[in-house]
């Protein structure tokens, strides 16, 4: 995380009656984990958001997981990922998925694609950059109420932030 987001962060969080119960860390998230869990309450959501920009964190992704779910594996884990055109981002979830399905752990996988802007550059011009199209969530031990509160939550994302061609979401679960 860049310091500026971090300070931002902690500020944020520093604001909230549930700040003590929020740990904000500028570090290594992958080994920080294996000090923090389990956490003494036996309860907890952990997010998982790295950069991505280093092509082993896909693969440092699972075997966190896996780590993670044999220290605490009641523990809720929120894993973000983007939709982009590499191998290691296409072959995540389906690892996941594997994983989750080897642990007997019951999990729920979101994507939503907000589709491409219509092209209405002038002709010379450079086109713009498009952004990223496409994420993913991936949720092990997600609450029970989870995905019925999130169906409607995704389409009614897809109405207000789809831009055409190539929107879409989807929402599947397991276990």
């Known amino acids: 995380m860049h310091p500026t987001d971090s300070r931002s962060l902690a500020g944020n ?18 080994e920080a984990l294996k000090a923090l869990l389990p956490p003494p309450s036996r309860r907890a959501l952990v997010l998982i958001d790295p950069s991505y920009e280093i092509k082993s964190d896909y693969a440092k992704v699972t075997a966190c997981l ?5 220290r605490f594996a ?6 973000w990922y983007p939709v982009i055109p590499r191998p290691e981002a296409h ?6 998925k594997t994983l989750a399905n080897q642990s007997g752990k019951p999990w729920l996988h979101a994507t939503l694609a907000i589709g491409q802007a219509p092209d209405r550059t002038t002709p010379g ?21 989870l995905k ?6 995704l389409v009614q ?14 929402l599947e679960a397991g276990g």
């Open 13 to 30: 969080v520093a604001q909230l009656e549930a700040g003590r119960q929020i740990t904000v860390a500028r570090e290594d998230g992958f």
């Open 66 to 70: 896996r780590d993670c779910l044999q």
């Open 74 to 79: 009641t523990g809720t884990y929120a894993v």
């Open 91 to 96: 072959d995540l979830p389906r690892r996941l």
């Open 125 to 145: 011009e450079p086109a713009p950059r498009p952004g990223l199209l496409a994420s993913g969530m991936f949720v092990f031990n997600p609450p029970h109420t």
């Open 148 to 153: 019925a509160a999130l169906a409607p939550a």
């Open 157 to 170: 994302m897809e109405a207000i932030l789809g831009r055409g061609r190539g929107q879409g979401h989807q």
